[in-house]
Each structure stands twice: as structure tokens, then as C-alpha cells.
């Protein structure tokens, strides 16, 4: 079965570069999530889009910011990097009545 | 502003007991609660999914169960094995359609043999 595809798994960048990682959610998934994860922490919302639209906006930078394509992948773009940006970066997507599913992760090495 | 708190933070147990890890969230106002398995470094593996009209689900040696007026499910593990050991995450969602799913710290569980 498919699932939650995220690229790349892994990224290093220096600071105050840009990055952008993607996803591609379940086919017929009408909602994408976005979290990132600290080493030790919870995932921590960052934001999310239904059906192609901003649904809900959590603890997310105004560095970063993502959207949803007509194909229903997104993107996480991320500006001006800063070493705290390091973390694990996880797409998930779903629909109303299933269980929500996630992707490996993006290992994101900000030095 | 729902708020999810698991319970133990870490559990440490020999192979072959049973076990049961909570959760309890602020807002019983859910749409749905999700329970995750998550290994170090790697992604979030779902494992049951409970609907706010349920009370429980199972799957091989996991059940879940939700008590919606109270704020609380508990995840049992039967039988548990050293291959158990993980993270275990809660998450609720709300009613409307895609806000946050809200997560719980997780309870770190280690099964010794």
C-alpha cells in the first residue's frame, strides 16, 4: 500500500540558508500535515492544509512557510536558517474518518 | 486549548507482563484519538484509531479504549515482548476537519527479556 512519501530523508544545510522539503501524501488524503521534533521532544504542530486550503496554523516560524499544490503534495519552505531549526521534520496525511499516517521523516542538520 | 498528558513518562517492565499506558486529554470535545508507536529516530507508526462514538479497538495484543466524558484511554498491552519497546504516543483531533492532531509527551516503555 502506499504511504506518506517525504523528500529528502535527510538535509544539512548551513545557517541562514534555505530549505525546502516535500511531501506526498496518500493518494485521495484530503488533509496534510506538518510537525517538526526535537531529539527528546513530542512532535510540535507546525501547520496544516484540507483539501488544498490552510486549516490550521500551529507553532510555526514566520521563517517558514508551506503550502499545497493542485496535486495535493506540499512543501515546507524554510528561510534563514538557525541551528534550533535541527530536528526531525514529519508530513502525515489523512482524511476525516481514517487514521492519520506518516511519513519517515526529514533529518534536517543545520550547522 | 486541549492539552493531552500520558502517563507513566517511562516504564520499564520484564517480558511477558501485561501493561497499560494513559492518556487523558482536557477538551472531551474529540473528534478522534489516535494511538502511535514510535522508534528512536524514526517515524510515527499508527496503531488504533478510536472514533469519539467507540469505546474501544483492538489489534493482535493491543486494545484501546476511550472514555470520552472523562478525558481518558488507556492502551493494554498483553503479553508484552522485548520487541514492544518503543514510544508510545496518543494523539486527539478535533471536530473540524483538519485541525491539529494533538499530541501527548508519550510514555517510553522498555520490555527486558
Known amino acids: 500500500a502506499a504511504g506518506v512519501i517525504q523528500s529528502p530523508r535527510h538535509l544539512i544545510k548551513e545557517k541562514r540558508e534555505t530549505a525546502t522539503l516535500k511531501c506526498y501524501p496518500i493518494p485521495r488524503h484530503d488533509t496534510v500535515y506538518w510537525y517538526q521534533q526535537g531529539p527528546g521532544q513530542d512532535p510540535q504542530f507546525l501547520i496544516s492544509?484540507?483539501?488544498?486550503?490552510?486549516?490550521d496554523k500551529g507553532s510555526i516560524p514566520d521563517r517558514f512557510s508551506a503550502q499545497q499544490f493542485s496535486d495535493y503534495h506540499s512543501e515546507l519552505n524554510m528561510s534563514s536558517l538557525e541551528l534550533g531549526d535541527s530536528a526531525l521534520y514529519f508530513c502525515?496525511?489523512?482524511?476525516?474518518?481514517?487514521?492519520?499516517?506518516f511519513g519517515q521523516g526529514t533529518r534536517l542538520t543545520v550547522v | 486549548k486541549q492539552e493531552v498528558t500520558q502517563i507513566p513518562a517511562a516504564l520499564s517492565v520484564p517480558e511477558g507482563e501485561n501493561l497499560v499506558l494513559n492518556c487523558s486529554f482536557t477538551d472531551s470535545a474529540i473528534y478522534n484519538l489516535q494511538w502511535f508507536r514510535q522508534d528512536p529516530g524514526k517515524g510515527l507508526t499508527s496503531l488504533l484509531l478510536i472514533q469519539s462514538s467507540q469505546r474501544e479497538q483492538t489489534s493482535g495484543r493491543l486494545n484501546a479504549s476511550l472514555d470520552k466524558s472523562s478525558g481518558r484511554s488507556t492502551l493494554y498491552i498483553a503479553a508484552s515482548q522485548p520487541g514492544d519497546s518503543a514510544t508510545y504516543l496518543c494523539a486527539v483531533s478535533g471536530w473540524v476537519a483538519g485541525t491539529a492532531l494533538i499530541f501527548g509527551k508519550g510514555t517510553t516503555l522498555s520490555v527486558s527479556s
Open positions: 492544509f484540507y483539501e488544498k486550503m490552510q486549516s
Open positions: 502525515a496525511s489523512s482524511t476525516r474518518n481514517t487514521e492519520a499516517f
